[in-house]
């Protein structure tokens, strides 16, 4: 028609049609494929959560004892991407490793360039994408710790292997501790999908060029690493350390949160979506409480979450703008009691967050979308003539 609609942060606008997630803000209500987060939270595992999101039904018995069969047999990643793994500072940014590697698979598993994959084509990368992410976020784990790197063992399922090659070196019993196994499932369900949010859209949007899986899921997790997305775990946590470090008044953060003139915010707090709270927040919040407990751990920054957050609920300025706690103001808590260094939670987010990338690009490309090109408004001059250098 001529006219553009403008809506910065797209904030009314749906870029497609889905039936992965569904999310109502309002009522905080979260399902994956018409299951709700409480009951798969509850029940079901990552890798069950994962077959659902990617192919639409929950698994039987021998669809996922197959699923994990063929993961386990893709786990391994090509020796010579070690070679530049091994080239990054002992200090940088997992996000930028995790990105940068994600990326560069698609140099050492080169059919996933080839246009028009088959169907089956496409799903061994898929698999061999969520095979060999858990291992490279287990290298950059322990890289920040300067330990070796533990190999993937095929007796396990997903997320004890992920266990394995994190903690291996504790205790065998570490990739089988119910404690442990339970609460990495909870985490990774709780995180899978989230219909279209920045990095979901941004991997549609990449893959609507017809883009490679590894490429497009490395633009993702680009978008997730900032802190009013995914990054915003870690950043939880460093402003927790930092209200503790600095006497643990928390009416005085809320007041600087609220405060026009200072660029502060409330991390873990407030959603595009939710208005109302954030059901993965409730579910979390009762785990962190759970496997602090159970793993004997008293974290004294969770005192502080829980006095910030009956502080801010109680705020007329977190009421009217209805700001509640998100996905991201407890699982900080849980990670750091597990052992994962601050740097790592937001990789962790794009681990438990894969399967939904995966599903969001598929669909994309099932439904033969169009490439992702929004339009503008021009703001800029209109016409102007050239100026010769010695004019200007
Ligand atoms: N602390 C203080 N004020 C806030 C906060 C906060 N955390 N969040 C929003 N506001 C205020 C904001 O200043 C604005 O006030 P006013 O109407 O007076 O200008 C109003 O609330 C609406 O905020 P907005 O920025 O227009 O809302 P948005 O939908 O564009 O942003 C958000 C949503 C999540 C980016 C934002 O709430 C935020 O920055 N939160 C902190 C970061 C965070 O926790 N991010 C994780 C999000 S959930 C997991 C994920 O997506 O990865």
């Not at 490279?136 to 266990?163: A, C, E, M, T």
């Not at 026009?260 to 709270?277: A, E, P, T, W």
Request: aromatic letters at 10%; a neutral charge.
């Amino acid at each position: 028609t001529g006219y553009i609609t403008l809506d910065t942060g797209y904030k009314n606008t749906g870029a497609t049609k889905s039936a992965i997630t569904f999310l109502d803000g309002e009522q905080g209500i979260l399902r994956y494929r018409g299951y709700s987060i409480e009951q798969l939270a509850e029940k079901s595992t990552f890798m069950e959560v994962a077959f659902l999101l990617i192919y639409g039904e929950l698994p039987t018995e021998k669809q996922i004892a197959d699923f994990e069969h063929e993961i386990s047999h893709h786990t391994l990643v090509h020796e010579d991407m070690k070679k530049f793994f091994d080239g990054f500072p002992s200090h940088s940014h997992p996000m930028g490793q995790l990105g940068s590697l994600v990326c560069s698979l698609s140099a050492f598993y080169p059919e996933s360039l080839k246009n028009n994959q088959t169907e089956e084509e496409i799903n061994l990368t898929i698999i061999k994408m969520l095979a060999k992410m858990s291992t490279i976020v287990s290298w950059i784990y322990k890289k920040s710790f300067g330990h070796p790197v533990i190999y993937p063992q095929n007796k396990y399922d997903y997320v004890s292997n992920f266990l394995h090659m994190t903690f291996g070196q504790r205790t065998e019993e570490v990739a089988v501790d119910p404690v442990l196994v339970d609460v990495m499932n909870k985490l990774l369900i709780l995180h899978a999908d989230h219909e279209q949010n920045c990095s979901t859209s941004t991997v549609r949007i990449v893959g609507s060029s017809d883009c490679n899986l590894y490429a497009s899921i490395s633009a993702g997790i680009s978008a997730l690493w900032g802190p009013l997305h995914g990054g915003a775990n870690q950043a939880v946590i460093e402003m927790l350390e930092q209200i503790k470090n600095d006497g643990g008044d928390t009416q005085k953060w809320i007041a600087k949160a609220k405060d026009k003139n200072d660029s502060f915010r409330l991390m873990g707090f407030g959603h595009r979506v939710y208005k109302n709270f954030d059901p993965r927040a409730k579910i979390i919040k009762k785990a962190c409480d759970d496997v602090l407990e159970k793993l004997g751990v008293n974290d004294p920054v969770l005192a502080i979450a829980k006095q910030l957050e009956e502080v801010a609920l109680k705020d007329e300025y977190f009421v009217q703008r209805k700001l509640y706690p998100n996905v991201d103001f407890y699982s900080g808590i849980i990670y750091r009691a597990l052992g994962f260094p601050t740097e790592m939670f937001t990789v962790l987010f794009a681990l438990g967050r894969l399967p939904g990338w995966i599903a969001q690009w598929k669909e994309m490309k099932v439904n033969k979308e169009p490439i992702g090109r929004p339009r503008q408004v021009y703001t800029g001059s209109t016409f102007r003539e050239y100026v010769e250098m010695k004019g200007r």
